[in-house]
């Protein structure tokens, strides 16, 4: 728990080729991953809406006791309003390629959000930093390392990305431990400032490289 491919060129001459500027319904836009992933076998991580806004704005209220020792902004309730322009500010950030957030849920509740995914270009122009939340009824059931699983492999199949970073507490042993199973390795512990009422002072910096290819190298 932390603070959240280019399409195919086509022949322009082909009967049916997308025309310049246009893509094929379903394919990233360049410099930008999926709309959507499919991490494990009855779990859907979506591109963030405005349409999704009232049951975010649920999720997050019902799990507020959860998210506040980790997440600053889980400090008080955020209003329907305030979601819905979170949710229109995202959009632009998608698009724009500086921010790109997903938000999970269950096939067999697929208008129900379970969780939030994102990567944040904050950290540089050739790393992607991932932050995620789970709610706290979903909990230990690999939830949360499938959908990383999936977000870190489409953040490491951009083009200039090298590296994804997740950054955690060190109380957070959870994220920790999902980090861990992802083959994150840790880098460095730094001071941070106390922003949530869960966190020490400290900061731990996990990182996940692109393998360079090789004559063998399995993707």
Same mark, same amino acid.
């Given at each position: 728990?932390?603070h959240?491919?280019?399409?195919?060129?086509?022949d322009?001459?082909?009967?049916?080729?997308p025309?310049?500027g246009?893509?094929t319904?379903?394919?990233?836009?360049?410099?930008r991953?999926?709309?959507?992933?499919?991490?494990a076998?009855?779990?859907?991580? $979506?591109r963030?809406?405005? &349409?999704? =806004?009232?049951a975010?704005? +649920? /999720?997050?209220r @019902?799990?507020?006791?959860h998210? *506040?020792?980790?997440?600053e902004w889980a400090?008080?309730?955020?209003?329907?309003?305030?979601?819905?322009?979170?949710?229109?500010?995202?959009v632009?950030?998608?698009?724009a390629?500086?921010?790109?957030?997903?938000?999970?849920?269950?096939?067999?509740?697929?208008d129900?959000v379970?969780?939030?995914?994102?990567?944040?270009?904050?950290?540089?122009?050739?790393?992607?930093e991932?932050?995620?939340?789970?709610?706290?009824e979903?909990?230990? $059931?690999?939830?949360?390392? &499938?959908? =990383?699983?999936?977000v870190? +492999? /489409?953040?490491l @199949?951009?083009?200039?990305?090298? *590296?994804?970073?997740?950054?955690c507490?060190?109380?957070?042993?959870?994220?920790?431990?999902?980090?861990?199973?992802?083959g994150?390795?840790?880098?460095?512990?730094?001071?941070?400032?106390?922003?949530?009422?869960g966190?020490?002072?400290?900061?731990?910096?996990?990182?996940?490289?692109r393998?360079?290819?090789?004559?063998?190298?399995?993707?």
């Open positions: 728990m932390d959240v491919m280019p399409p195919p060129r086509g322009a001459s082909a009967p049916g080729a025309s310049a246009r893509r319904p379903g394919t990233p836009a360049p410099g991953p999926p709309e959507l992933l499919r991490p076998e009855g779990i859907t991580l $979506r963030r809406s405005p &349409a999704q =806004a009232t975010l704005n +649920a /999720a997050v @019902a799990n507020l006791e998210l *506040r020792p980790w997440m400090a008080e309730a955020p209003t329907p309003a305030r979601t819905v322009a979170l949710a229109v500010a995202g632009a950030a998608w698009d390629g500086t921010d790109f957030i997903y938000l999970a849920a269950l096939d067999a509740e697929p129900r379970i969780g939030s995914f994102g990567l944040h270009r904050r950290i540089g122009p050739d790393a992607l991932i932050g995620y939340w789970v709610s706290a979903h909990g230990r $059931r690999g939830i949360a390392t &499938a959908a =990383a699983r999936s870190t +492999a /489409a953040a @199949a951009l083009p200039g990305i090298r *590296r994804v970073e997740l950054h507490d060190p109380a957070n042993t959870a994220s920790g431990a999902v980090a861990r199973r992802l994150f390795r840790l880098d460095r512990v730094v001071d941070a400032p106390v922003r949530a009422p966190e020490t002072g400290r900061k731990q910096v996990w990182i996940r490289e393998r360079p290819p090789g004559p063998c190298a399995v993707w």
